[in-house]
């Protein structure tokens, strides 16, 4: 029985995209953040709570999660759950 040899736990080539998607989503969570809670400062507390639950706060999440996972994971994501 012979074995394989052992893969070596870090190809740079696949770490790479991982990271500048993690970048994205740390950046656009920051922004996003940022932007409610001063237009909670400036307007309100009620319109700052609209302003984050808007599809801006969600939209970018949905999209990281069809870049990572794949358009089907996407798609199904997007759909109402019964």
Known sequence: MTREPATRL???????PVMELLA??????????AAATLTARHWGETVGGMFAGL???SGPV???LAV????????????ARP
């Open 55 to 57: 599809p801006l706060t």
């Open 62 to 64: 949905s999209l990281a």
């Open 24 to 33: 994205a989503k740390v950046l656009a969570t920051s922004v996003l953040i």
């Open 10 to 16: 870090t190809d740079w080539d696949s770490v790479e």
């Open 68 to 79: 990572e996972r794949g358009p089907d994971t996407g798609a199904g994501d997007s759909r």
